[in-house]
């Protein structure tokens, strides 16, 4: 169907190349730009807005300020047979995984498990494109990423936390991998943007404002006030786990430590990510595959339309990217260094 006159339409390849141009111009090396344009195309494709073409603004300030560099150079270390470390070098995540993603599915494969860290790195993006790929290699994978304080720990009365996502990915044996990854809090920070600026309300529930009295207006969590996990004490535990999953054992911040307020425009928090990655060949008794293939046949008995990660696997590749107009001329602006 065309789109009507105030959208565009434009393949995936075509939209990943107009990114990857404004990635250039902003500092980043060619692996780089090609690698988050990648992740930011996909995700806009997805409908994972909140970290899509929303974020080329704010990808674009964070470079501009030096806060991080587009063009550095990860550096792999073995720290033990089934364990690797990235030092980042205060560059993006997506580039430091790639530079480990090969010596990483080794390790796996070859031990059953493996523990991948980054330290000092940035992560602005979904994490699914990290760990789909793994599950249709056959892999388990989780992947871990903790942000800036602005959620507030269940219990206390200041944030501490970031919005943490954690991401899961397994194979499903005839069928696109079994996929999850969300935010540990209420609703994404760029959510609450997003909301901000079409002047939506958010859920009650999702935060409270600068005096910690619950809001649904989606400025007053962003102007001094704060979010909060998902699910009260539960969400607040898995938000805690990440923090020491991924800033504790890597050597990153944790989310209370980023402090960006030297770099004016900087939006990306240093910090780390973890991937766990597990053979399930490995595993005994009958095959991971096939009992895989029966849960799922169970899921849709029980009345589920598609378990998650299965509507955007069985729709890979194809179809076209349809932006508002002004978002695309928008880009069209950075990548041309109109803006
Ligand atoms: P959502 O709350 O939208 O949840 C998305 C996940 O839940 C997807 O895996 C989705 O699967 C699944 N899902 C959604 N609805 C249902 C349902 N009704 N039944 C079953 N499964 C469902 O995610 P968030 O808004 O919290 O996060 C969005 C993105 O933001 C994530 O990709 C996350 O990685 C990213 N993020 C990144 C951060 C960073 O620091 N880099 C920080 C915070 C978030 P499906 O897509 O298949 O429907
Ligand atoms: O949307 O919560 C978010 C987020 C934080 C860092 C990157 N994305």
């Given amino acids: 169907m065309p789109p009507n006159a105030n959208d565009v339409r434009l393949s995936i390849d075509a939209l990943t190349g107009l990114l990857a141009r404004i990635f250039r111009r902003n500092g ?3 692996r780089v730009a090609d690698i988050l344009a990648a992740n930011c195309a996909g995700a806009e494709a997805a409908g994972s807005f909140s970290h899509g073409i929303f974020r080329i603004d704010g990808y674009v300030s964070t470079l501009r300020s030096g806060w991080v560099d587009g063009a550095a150079e990860p550096r792999v270390l073995v720290e033990a047979p089934a364990y690797l470390a990235v030092e980042a070098a205060n560059g993006f995540a997506q580039p430091a995984f790639l530079a480990a993603r090969e010596a990483f599915v080794e390790r796996v494969r070859e031990n059953g498990i493996a523990f991948l860290a980054i330290r000092d790195s940035h992560h602005f993006g979904a994490l699914w494109p990290d760990v789909t790929p793994l599950a249709e290699e056959g892999l388990i994978a989780i992947s871990l990423v903790n942000s800036f304080a602005c959620s507030i720990p ?7 936390f970031g919005t943490n996502p954690f991401a899961f990915a397994a194979p499903i044996e005839g069928d696109a991998p079994l996929v999850f990854d969300f ?3 209420s609703m994404a920070n760029g959510d609450v943007q997003i909301a901000a600026r079409e002047g939506r309300q958010v859920p009650p529930g ?3 404002d600068r005096n910690g009295a619950p809001t649904c207006d989606p400025a007053a969590i962003l102007d001094g006030g704060s979010l909060v996990p998902f699910g009260g004490h539960k969400g607040s535990a898995i938000s805690m786990m990440i923090e020491l999953m991924v800033a504790g054992m890597t ?3 944790f989310s209370f430590e980023v402090d960006w307020s030297g770099h004016p425009g900087a939006q990306t928090p240093r910090t780390g990510q973890i991937f766990i990655g597990i053979d399930p060949a490995r595993s005994g008794g009958e095959g991971f ?25 069985r729709s890979r590749g194809g179809a076209d990217v349809v932006i508002p107009r002004a978002a695309h001329d928008r880009l069209e602006d950075h990548a041309a ?3």
């Fill in 28 to 30: 980043c090396s060619d």
């Fill in 251 to 253: 050597g990153g911040r």
């Fill in 154 to 160: 269940a219990g206390a009365t200041k944030p501490l």
């Fill in 289 to 313: 595959a096939a009992r895989s293939a029966e849960f799922v046949r169970r899921l849709s008995e029980a009345g589920l339309a598609a378990y998650p990660g299965a509507r955007r696997g």
């Fill in 337 to 339: 260094g109109r803006i």
């Fill in 183 to 185: 935010a540990t809090t």
């Fill in 206 to 208: 999702t935060g409270v």
